[in-house]
């Protein structure tokens, strides 16, 4: 009886899989109508994807782990890795069912062409070839490096990217200028005429952003590399010029230095301090220097050149570029934001127990101030300072400083604002955008659109591309904004209208759009999106960041690096070490790629698959 009753129990289980089987195959057929007018407009070679793709949303819209849980107790896949082939799966695990529960397969309709396991694996592979170049002998991620303004003048950084493993060259649009940006291409094109590595460049987009810092006397610091007992690791390079154009962080002298190796300079910098220079090289109008001590040279200053012990001759430093001064902010303190290009102001005492002005910043983007809301909450600098909104006027935003980490911070000129509870209209493609897009569509490789949000700023940016005649240029989606996640669906379908496409998850403008502690979650479902759609992902924003800027890496940015081999590539920004970053980068990607390829998923209901486009 017992026996009975246990195969009465198991053949109903059975039946109850069966059935939820069914109803998802249903589901995946059904969404097709749902989506037909944007099915029909995909690029054909990414209409297999874009069927996936609202067959996992379509899957994606219950909570199927307690069906997870039972498959697995039953020896079957527990769907933890249908991204890519979702309808066959879904086949799979149901003649899998009828066959154990001796039910014929007939009962259910079967999908018209499902895309088997292998083409669903192959289809990511060949979509991330096409779009971010083969992948590198040893690992299958690539990593693209954000280009400095000094790669743009002659110099040894570009070869040692490139000969430590960099895959993809990246131009910030936001910075420096057209004719930067061509030196950076043709650099490129001149060290790597095969076109190994790609050129991908970022339209700087609508985002808010302080405007110009305030501007100070030209000074410029020199500091030494030390461990944590102070020591010094490595001296700080001081290249003093007479002849020529100085580049950047040269220190340019109103007069010539008779100066040989071996030499000393002394002097007294701009904060007072007496310091001492030693000569470490001699060139035709210029000598490179060693400081073993913090210096700060400005304007006027006197370098008294002394050879075994005896005045030898003297030079004043000449002009330097003015610097940019940052606000420093409080928490409590009052910062106003108003409209244009004024450079920033700090707070002005009124004298007299008066009240004091507050401190004042610009943003050029005038929606700002007609839309966002009293008691909206407001971050500065990638989150970093966190105020609200007290007052809206049209021509001033007053906050208050709720919150900065460590007690206090310096706001400088073009620091990212965010408004994450506010949704502001804002048009993804600019005038400025546009007028870069001309400069630049004949020698990029990748076009990558900045606060994208709607399917109409896809739409837009491939039309731009088709007026320059450059369809051929891919296209990456920066997923930074909270719309820009909760549109996500709506996104993918519209840029799978382009043959080559790809998508960037900008973590650190969306952790502070959704809160750092939902971005571990929020990176994951992009990820599963992505995979099922067959569209190659850029893990981006902070990836081994210490080690770039200090030459040495935390423990908790390694697992972060490795995590990055999830993705089809990794961007790592600039800094002074950033060679040794590629490299590290290089070998962690190729040991952890050979221990684990994406990974098993719970799939509870996914709130973004609602999204109807």
């Not at 002659?154 to 490139?162: F, M, N, S, T």
């Not at 370098?303 to 030898?312: F, I, K, N, Q, Y």
């Not at 990836?543 to 935390?554: C, N």
Request: with cysteine; aromatic share 4%.
């Amino acid at each position: 009886m017992n026996a009975h009753r246990s195969t009465r129990a198991g053949n109903a289980e059975f039946l109850e899989l069966i059935a939820e089987l069914e109803r998802l195959v249903a589901a995946s057929e059904a969404i097709e109508s749902e989506f037909q007018r944007e099915l029909d407009a995909v690029h054909p070679s990414q209409y297999e994807s874009a069927r996936n793709l609202l067959h996992y949303l379509a899957m994606r819209r219950i909570d199927l782990r307690s069906t997870q849980h039972r498959l697995a107790r039953l020896g079957l896949s527990s769907l933890g890795r249908i991204e890519a082939h979702v309808q066959a799966t879904l086949v799979s695990v149901l003649q899998a069912l009828c066959r154990m529960a001796r039910q014929p397969l007939s009962r259910c309709r079967l999908p018209r062409d499902p895309l088997d396991f292998e083409r669903g694996g192959e289809l990511l592979s060949l979509h991330a070839a096409s779009v971010l170049g083969a992948p590198p002998a040893g690992r299958r991620t690539r990593i693209m490096v954000t280009a400095p303004s000094q790669l743009a003048d002659e110099g040894d950084l570009l070869p040692r990217l490139l000969a430590s493993g960099m895959n993809i060259l990246r131009i910030n649009g936001a910075h420096d200028t057209p004719q930067a940006w061509q030196r950076m291409a043709e650099r490129l094109r001149s060290l790597d005429p095969d076109g190994s590595c790609l050129l991908s460049f970022d339209l700087a987009g609508p985002k808010l952003r302080t405007g110009p810092a305030a501007k100070r006397e030209g000074v410029v610091r020199f500091k030494p590399l030390r461990d944590a007992r102070r020591r010094v690791l490595q001296a700080a390079a001081v290249r003093l010029v007479w002849e020529g154009e100085a580049v950047a962080r040269d220190v340019p002298l109103s007069c010539p230095l008779p100066a040989r190796v071996g030499d000393r300079i002394r002097l007294i910098d701009f904060r007072g301090k007496a310091r001492e220079l030693s000569v470490v090289d001699v060139e035709s109008g210029a000598c490179l220097c060693h400081a073993r001590a913090s210096v700060h040279l400005a304007a006027g200053l006197t370098l008294t050149l002394m050879r075994a012990g005896e005045v030898v001759a003297a030079a004043k430093v000449a002009g330097l570029p003015a610097v940019e001064c940052s606000l420093l902010l409080h928490p409590g303190d009052l910062l106003d934001i108003v409209p244009g290009e004024m450079p920033a102001r700090p707070a002005l005492d009124a004298g007299d127990g008066g009240t004091p002005t507050p401190a004042c910043v610009s943003c050029g983007l005038t929606e700002l101030f007609a839309q966002a809301a009293v008691g909206a909450r407001v971050y500065f600098d990638d989150g970093k300072i966190g105020a609200t909104v007290l007052d809206v006027a049209p021509d001033r935003l007053r906050v208050r400083v709720d919150h900065i980490a460590g007690g206090h911070a310096h706001l400088g000129g073009g620091k990212g604002i965010n408004l994450p509870g506010s949704a502001l209209r804002l048009p993804a493609l600019t005038a400025a955008d546009l007028a870069a897009l001309e400069q630049v569509a004949g020698r990029v490789d990748l076009v990558a659109l900045s606060f994208v949000q709607t399917a109409r700023d896809v739409h837009h940016l491939r039309a731009a591309l088709e007026r320059q005649a450059a369809t051929r240029v891919g296209i990456i989606l920066k997923i930074e904004t909270r719309q820009a996640f909760e549109n996500l669906p709506e996104l993918l379908l519209a840029v799978l209208c382009h043959p080559r496409v790809a998508v960037m998850v900008a973590r650190g403008d969306l952790g502070v759009e959704l809160g750092f502690e939902r971005l571990a979650e929020v990176q994951e479902e992009i990820l599963w999106l992505c995979e099922a759609a067959h569209i190659p992902v850029i893990w981006a924003t902070q990836v081994l960041e210490t080690l770039a800027k200090t030459g040495a890496p935390s423990r908790a940015e390694i697992t972060d690096a490795a995590m990055g081999g999830q993705a089809e590539c990794v961007m790592l920004n600039k800094g002074p070490y950033i060679d040794r970053a590629v490299r590290f980068l290089s070998g962690v990607l190729a040991r952890t790629e050979a221990h684990h390829d994406k990974k098993s998923s719970m799939l509870r209901r996914l709130g973004v698959s609602a999204t109807r486009g």
